[in-house]
């Protein structure tokens, strides 16, 4: 007798993008600035999460509205990764975002579009996917696009709990404020800049703690997973609040941590693991983001090494 398999963790990306990367020595305004080792990657919050449970050993299924040449691009990057992913056609193109690495000064610099508009029976298709699908975790991730209304996520939200599926939020700006105003969250991952943007004020370490407290109180949200780049990261639940140091690795880019992170803490918790465990090993998986250039995300054994080594740190400091 065979053992029925999980369903895959569901992933709606609203406003993907095809995400391109570069380098060049220095960038100049006026002039022409030649670029080298250009890359072409599948972006998006979803679709990033959805590379990275892959990766991980999961089963992920990335849903995503897409439209134009550009879509179709995206959605052959997709295919090429072996990517188990369904693009849901809308009349615009697909943004594409550029980032640029200066070798002289090894700074980033990122032109992200603000996306095509959608319209309603677009997004239609995103709510009967969330209402339909038989996957226990529903990760929407990424911003808005343009006209799309802010309570989009609420009633995705909304559909998951009819269905008894656990509904996980990574978003900003108005998206973020509607669904945690409206809707009950399994898990929502909001960065620093993201909460502070929430609560409408300048955070200290104090208010980080009470901000994330404050929304599991209110039962917005089950867990609160604030990532602080370098500070580390921070997680909040009925249990109290875990704060945990960022794991210290040469940066190359900053780009895809946070997609990293939400990525393999939903994969460690659909396969079982306790909130805190799946929390360091988000952790780790950020750090193993930050190692690679441009918008390439986090590797399986990479993750694991770096867990596995903060988890005996913790163990030998809590000895002596």
Not at 104 to 127: D, K
Not at 269 to 285: H, K, V
Request: proline content about 5%.
């Amino acid at each position: 007798m065979s053992i029925a398999r999980p369903a895959p963790i569901l992933t709606i990306t609203l406003n993907p993008a095809v995400d391109v990367s570069s380098e060049t020595e220095t960038v100049r305004p006026v002039r022409k600035v030649r670029t080298s080792n250009v890359r072409y990657d599948p972006g998006g919050g979803g679709i990033n999460v959805a590379r990275v449970i892959t990766a991980l050993g999961g089963e992920a299924e990335a849903y995503f509205l897409a439209g134009g040449e550009t879509g179709s691009l995206l959605n052959r990057l997709l295919q090429a990764e072996g990517i188990d992913s369904h693009l849901m056609p809308i009349q615009g193109q697909t943004r594409i975002s550029f980032m640029v690495r200066e070798h002289s000064t090894g700074l980033e610099y990122r032109f992200v579009p603000e996306g095509p508009p959608v319209q309603p029976r677009e997004l239609e298709r995103c709510l009967d996917i969330v209402a339909s699908h038989k996957g226990q975790y529903v990760i929407a991730s990424g911003s808005l696009p343009t006209d799309a209304p802010p309570d989009i996520y609420a009633r995705m939200a909304k559909l998951a709990s009819a269905r008894g599926a656990k509904f996980v939020l990574d978003s900003s700006g108005l998206g973020l404020q509607t669904t945690l105003k409206q809707s009950r969250l399994y898990l929502v991952k909001p960065s620093l800049g993201e909460l502070e943007q929430f609560v409408g004020r300048k955070l200290d370490e104090a208010g980080v703690r009470q901000a994330a407290s404050d929304i599991v109180a209110s039962g917005a949200a089950e867990l609160v997973a604030i990532t602080m780049g370098v500070d580390g990261a921070l997680l909040a639940s009925a249990l109290g609040v875990l704060r945990v140091p960022a794991i210290h690795v040469r940066m190359r880019s900053a780009l895809g941590a946070g997609d990293s992170f939400l990525g393999a803490m939903v994969w460690a918790l659909s396969e079982g693991r306790t909130p805190e465990e799946a929390f360091r090993l988000g952790i780790a998986a950020g750090a193993a983001a930050v190692m690679k250039p441009g918008f390439e995300l986090c590797r399986r054994e990479e993750v694991l090494a770096l867990n596995a080594a903060a988890l005996s740190a913790v163990a030998r400091s809590q000895t002596h």
